[in-house]
């Protein structure tokens, strides 16, 4: 972690007092960059991500290039974690903020190869919280195989904070020929959708309010990295748009790619899956699924001929089982997003204008 | 910025009411990825931190890798940044948090490329002040010549926060042959000293404590890649450790160095640049500058052999003036700093304990 030293194995330890995992609290020390701050480091960063680059203990990870073919790029994402309560049924913020930046470097197409994680903590969150966060976090590192490879810790006052807040920054590889972004939508292209919406947001805010469902609700958060790969290479150059719908929701992420493209949409409501539970929840709430965040759900739009090939790539994979085709693109001056719903109508799906969640992620 | 988008030049933009820049304040709808958190990205970030990689619009920014010679490496390296003041004699939390992670890329010997910044702004946070902050992070990057390509914003509650927090992630290439670390220290090495240390934490904490000094202190924040660059370029394979002591000063980092190479050092007191001001600053304040943070000051131990071409290298460029050697590394079982002091006693110089500075950077 930056600025921070490793405990050479060779080298006699001074004795010092385990960090109480128990019932010990964060203090203003262990962001002080002295002898707090680098035990908080060695005893519960450096186990919990260890790995070669992390453990270079220097205030950068250096390492060798990725081999990378004529015509591979790099890409960069970053995000800030902020979500509120830290802990939700399915996740918390800590797998949340690897899978979190995975998915925005995957929407590029690429492979995500490393993370960097940077924590601001407030004094008197619990150790064993922190624990728990930087736990979970380690664990969706290893299980998308990206590691942390580097970090920073700074410490903020009693209510100058709120318990954790996480930045992930991920460095990825976009192999030749991948070419994937928001502009590149096409009038006839169809848009799919990886699964059922509004799981992330529904679970967070029955967390926060305290709402009793009468079926649990479980965010949906994962990283997205494999099923990406699975459909570049079902159908090579075929898919032209990606974008996780998280904060606004499948209806923003959509009028996001049609402002960029320069294109409508028509989408057809009775295509898009919602969980009977998330529909009840809001209805009960007064929310749309529409603009609820996802964090496990990914947007496609891709040439038409490849439909099928590109849903059967999808409903392979454990994270697109319920993949389905849910609209077209199409010409629009006024780059509106439409619905035909179940009705038989048809009515305009606007971009999220005030804040329907905050912090939910 | 993540999840959001550019206005493509040929669409047409609905009419919406511009940011109040003067009276405005960050509200919840900042951060919800919607219309309001697009507007702030494209009035604020986008045109101040204006290039072409930002411009893509998409979750990450994708560009095309270094051209790289064999046996160059990259280097990734992230900071928080959450100094109070945000604004202090010298600088903010905005160029703070440009130099803070190029320097960390440049403690590796690298050339900085890429930064990208994550921000989490507190409800009621002056537009003002943002754009204040904003546009000092814009102009430390143009300085630096490492743009900032991709971002993310997020918003939590009034007194879930405190203003603006910054976190930056570095990328950068480090040139074959160049091997730089922490633990490279060998015994007889020369320990030089960019210039006069204390002035940044001095800075901040005399602007948080309302202060007044005779004379003004400013912090010394600034980007120190150009001077690592000519220190490399003047004695290649040479400089074996590079490390900016930041938080705990220049005694904690120069025992993280000493821990991590299994070696000793002893300082010169005598030798240590410190400014008039800044030690009666300390003395009044009951502060120990070896302990103080600075933001544009190195430290480097190198070959002895090297030591006056390296200190002429060094006393070329603008913020190494008064670069000096300050000390040897000897072998020490212990791993102890010691310092000759001026009054030809020795002294240990120890690990920062506890917390002399908080949210010093």
Known sequence: MSGN??????????????LDFKNGRVDMNHG?????????????????????????????????????DAGARLVMATDAHVVSPLFFPGGDVGCLSVHGTVNDLAMSGATPLYLTA??????????????RVVESMAAASREAGVPIVTG?????????????????????????GVDIGGANARVGDVVLLSGTIGEHGVAVLSQRESLQFETSIASDTAALHTLVAAMLAAVPGAVRVLRDPTRGGVATTLNEIARQSGAGMVLEEAAIPVLPQVEAACELLGLDPLYIANEGKLLAVCAPEHEAAALAAMRAHPLGAHAARIGVVTADPHHFVQMNTRFGGRRMVDWLSGEQLPRIC
Do not use: C, H
């Open 152 to 176: 920073d810790t700074k410490v903020v006052e009693r209510g100058k904070g709120d318990g954790v807040f996480i930045s992930t920054t991920g460095l990825g590889v976009v192999a030749a």
């Open 118 to 131: 940077s924590f601001i903590l407030e004094e008197g969150f619990p150790l064993a919280d922190l624990r």
């Open 5 to 18: 030293v490793m405990v050479n194995g060779s080298v006699k330890k001074d004795y010092v007092r385990p």
């Open 32 to 68: 002080a960059g002295g002898r707090a701050a680098s035990q908080l480091i060695e005893e519960l960063f450096l186990k919990a991500f260890d790995n070669e680059l992390l453990r270079q203990g220097n205030d950068g990870a250096v390492f060798a290039p990725p081999a990378l």
